[in-house]
């Protein structure tokens, strides 16, 4: 077993012996979902004040909101939440490549098969070269999805890495 | 603003005021991912033992590893992750429907133009009728793509919403 195996069953002992919370249900009970990016550096439940059965959280490379599309559809139309918190953050890898960039390293560090695998998926990385303006058109997406009905509130907001704050932009 | 907006800049303002972590860099110091369900009874940072900027934390509908892999090849490619702890866990949303019962739905309360984005897109929700089967089918997923290396270890685990404890099946 792997250290961070062993740090996730200790962790688990520990959480599961103060555990008070069996009884929650299914839907999240505040009826929200939060999307927000996969970096190490961002704690939502903390930083965005989520307590534990409220909402849905979705995180993904950069806070995607159309790589996120399935969820965001199950949640809003098999779960009932009503309201999407869509969070970007400072220092985001995403602002640092291009999809070319991407396929190269996949290629120099992992070889033609999986380079010949990504083009087979066409697989976009969905990278980003200015932060506020990528939430601007991620909140803009999904208001004008058809996949989220107008009675969907949709708002978007940069958390800053640096300062631990949560801005929003629109 | 929204009751829950407001409880977003509450929340931000109460966390950032006594925030110490802004020098932590942008690839995660244990060089691991988890990914887990966008489930509001989960909080990974607690059940699982993640320290903040330890690790990249992907969430989506199910812990689909189909559906992360571009965040997956973003985290092991370009920011050096090594490891993947994959969680799902009892009493799945995942478990309850079919495409097919998710393709009615969003017909009945959407209406046809929405149904015809569903079609356009080829939007499959992923859903899986057995968990632990679904982790073992996730995992296996991950050690034969071809865009994650051998060198990454991958371990599927099962988080009880009732318990609070975390177990591993694969």
């Given at each position: 077993m792997s250290a961070i195996q062993k740090n996730v069953e200790a962790a688990s002992e520990a959480y599961s012996?103060?555990?008070?919370?069996?009884?929650?249900?299914?839907?999240?009970a505040k009826k929200y979902l939060v999307l927000t990016c996969m970096d190490a550096r961002i704690d939502p439940a903390s930083a965005f004040g989520i307590e534990l059965g409220d909402a849905h959280v979705i995180r993904n490379a950069g806070a995607s909101a159309v790589d996120a599309l399935r969820s965001i559809v199950i949640s809003e139309q098999l779960l009932g939440t009503q309201e999407i918190v869509l969070v970007k953050h400072t220092g985001?890898?995403?602002?640092?490549?291009t999809n070319e960039d991407a396929y190269g390293i996949v290629e120099k560090n992992l070889g033609s098969e999986a380079s010949a695998e990504l083009n087979k998926l066409k697989l976009?990385?969905?990278?980003?070269?200015e932060l506020e303006q990528a939430v601007k058109e991620d909140v803009k997406f999904l208001q004008e999805s058809k996949l989220v009905p107008d009675s969907v509130t949709v708002s978007g907001w940069i958390y800053a890495v640096e300062t631990g704050k949560t801005k929003r932009v629109v």
């Open positions: 012996s103060t555990f008070t919370k069996g009884h929650l249900v299914l839907p999240p985001c890898g995403m602002l640092t490549f976009d990385f969905l990278p980003f070269p």
